[in-house]
């Protein structure tokens, strides 16, 4: 498992824990004041090291490469998930998943964003970065579920679109804005979930929906907090600065009435315990189509729009 | 030179954002020394081999708005610092530097005019105004220019140049991207025509955003025109040059992104009589 810095100190006391735990039960001593102790003590730690996160460690969070990714959600919050491949124009991007699946009792349709775990995974989901036709696959999805009635859960993880020579002959931008203009009309319900990284426009273009939610410890704004750094502050050395300048934290987008819900995460992270993680987004997944289902869609549409039209700070 | 004789002298350090004010201008396609006057009656774009010289949107309304039709809308909007933003300056100070440069309080000029007759919603980008970027203003005002296109039941026609969202509105300024793609189907739901015309550059979230979602696409010759910038694609694919003609309005053509790709010295005329099909 890979260890972050600020989590290391954590991980050494577990596992100092863990070989104290084994020792007692091997040599069948009494350690249990101890044993008491150093969970106390750990528990202090946990509290301390994620009451306080910095902008910048939740970002490394949102990247930590054990963060359960789309399918690791999908896979445990739905059953009977069947994968629908290809946008039916040129072909079918890996970096974009999406399928009929139930959740809870209900038939929706799910996209996501997906990373792959390990290098060679990973190299042929380009990193969760898609291609046009991963934008196209996924209107296709969507209006797939609006033409059948079901609603849409899109789960949203990625550095950006990918900055391909190919990608872009082939009409990045157009697909990230026909997914922008196909999203703000879609007659049908949609729930959109940072899970991980909201990488700009690559991220918005599968994020256009009437209930934004956001992980407790993912990251969305308009540009990563090291490319951010390397424009405005012409050094590679400010991205702790560049993160908290941006205010890409899910509080932050809280207030700012870019997302409607923070869902919270297991304490230390969503990769400390995946299961947890799902458990909880499905029973707020399920909450949330509740209460959209049964709006009619005209008024659903109207009402996303509306609340598009109203983000953003001006002074006139 | 020191500043002082310079200035009895007459002459300015150019920045690369304003067109020349020399009576003599060296043409960065051909390298031909132009006559200042002979290229403002081409309008800026260069008599020996087409190259376009980027303007601003004053030149634009001048160019393709009929003389004295523009009513400007929204004129005060500008930017606030919801984010209190400070990099090595303050976003408030880039700002105010911006306007007064530009002349203008938002990276877009929005109103109504017409075209040869035709009369339209009107709205003009500047890429001097902290790189054409969109961030809460710019999404604004056009939202309230597709408003005021559909209750006067006016085509819309946007001249589009932008390096993308305003940074240092993050999050902010990414959502404009949706707000002013949302407020597109209005337009499309009341059935009036959008053209939108691409100049040199619009790159990022306007070309993924508004600039791509026109009935009509036109591009200006040797624009470039995409959603990474051609740095941001070397350095993720490690690579020293692009392919000849990479990103331009040309190739866009050729892949079908782009309806027309039109020599600014026609774009009224082309306008005009897309105006006149559509109404
Ligand atoms: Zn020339």
């Known amino acids: 498992m890979a260890i972050l810095d600020f989590e290391r100190p954590i991980v050494e006391l577990e596992e100092k824990l863990g070989g104290l735990r084994r020792y007692a039960e091997q040599e069948g001593v009494d350690l249990s004041d101890k044993i008491a102790r150093l969970e106390r003590e750990l528990e202090r730690l946990r509290e301390e090291v994620f009451s306080k996160l910095t902008p910048w460690q939740r970002v490394q969070l949102a990247r930590h490469p054990d963060r359960p990714y789309a399918l690791d959600y999908i896979n445990r919050m739905t059953i009977d998930f069947l994968e629908l491949h290809g946008d039916r124009y040129f072909g079918d991007d890996p970096a974009v998943v999406g399928g009929l699946a139930k959740l809870g009792e209900r038939s929706v349709v799910v996209i996501g964003q997906q990373k792959g775990r390990g290098t060679k995974e990973n190299i042929r989901r380009r990193f969760g970065m898609p291609n046009p036709e991963g934008y196209r696959k996924a209107m296709r999805l969507m209006k797939l579920g609006a033409k059948f009635g079901l609603p849409v859960i899109s789960l949203v993880d990625t550095p950006g679109a990918y900055p391909g020579i190919e990608a872009e002959e082939r009409g990045q931008a157009e697909a990230i804005a026909r997914n922008l203009y196909g999203m703000a009309m879609l007659p049908t319900p949609i729930v959109v979930v940072i899970i991980g990284e909201g990488g700009s426009g690559g991220a918005l273009g599968m994020g256009v929906g009437d209930r934004v939610l956001m992980m407790e410890n993912a990251w969305y704004s308009v540009i990563a907090p090291e490319s951010c750094s390397s424009i405005l502050w012409r050094s590679h050395e400010k991205k702790e600065e560049a993160a908290e300048a941006l205010k890409l934290t899910a509080q932050d987008l809280l207030k700012l009435g870019i997302v409607d819900r923070v869902v919270p995460e297991p304490l230390g992270g969503a990769h400390r315990d995946p299961e947890g993680a799902a458990r909880t987004l499905k029973e707020v997944l399920v909450e949330e189509l509740d209460a959209l289902v049964d709006v009619p869609p005209e008024e659903l549409v109207r009402r996303r729009r509306e609340k598009f039209y109203r983000m953003g700070v001006w002074e006139e | ?279």
């Open chain 2, 1 to 279: 030179m020191k500043w002082f004789e310079r200035m009895k002298k007459g002459i300015r350090t150019l920045t690369k954002r304003e067109l020349p004010e020399d009576l003599w201008v060296k043409c960065e396609g051909c390298g031909e020394i132009l006559y200042r006057r002979e290229l403002e009656t081409s309008l800026w774009v260069c008599p020996k081999c087409g190259y376009h010289f980027r303007i601003g949107h004053k030149e634009y309304i001048n160019i393709l708005l009929d003389a004295g039709s523009f009513e400007e809308m929204y004129a005060e909007l500008t930017s606030a610092d919801p984010l209190k933003f400070k990099d090595s300056k303050r976003y408030t100070d880039r700002v105010r530097e911006a306007r007064r440069r530009t002349g203008t309080n938002s990276a877009l000029r929005t109103g109504a005019g017409s075209i040869e007759g035709h009369p339209v919603a009107f709205g003009v980008m500047d890429f001097g105004f902290i790189g054409g970027s969109m961030g809460s203003a710019v999404g604004e005002k056009f939202v309230r220019l597709v408003d005021r296109a559909v209750s006067d039941g006016r085509p819309l026609v946007v001249v589009a140049s932008s390096g993308g969202a305003r940074m240092q509105e993050g999050a902010l300024s990414l959502m404009q991207m949706a707000k002013t793609s949302a407020k597109l189907t209005e337009l499309s739901e009341a059935r009036l025509p959008y053209i939108c015309v691409l100049t040199h550059p619009t790159t990022g979230g306007v070309t993924a955003s508004f600039a791509m979602l026109g009935d009509v696409l036109i591009a200006e010759p040797g624009a470039l025109i995409g959603f990474a910038g051609p740095r941001v694609i070397k350095q993720a694919l490690g690579l020293e040059e692009l392919p000849e003609g990479f990103q331009r309005a040309e190739s866009l053509l050729e892949h079908g992104f782009l309806d027309m790709v039109v020599d600014r010295r026609e774009l009224k005329k082309v306008l005009a009589k897309l105006l006149e099909h559509f109404t």
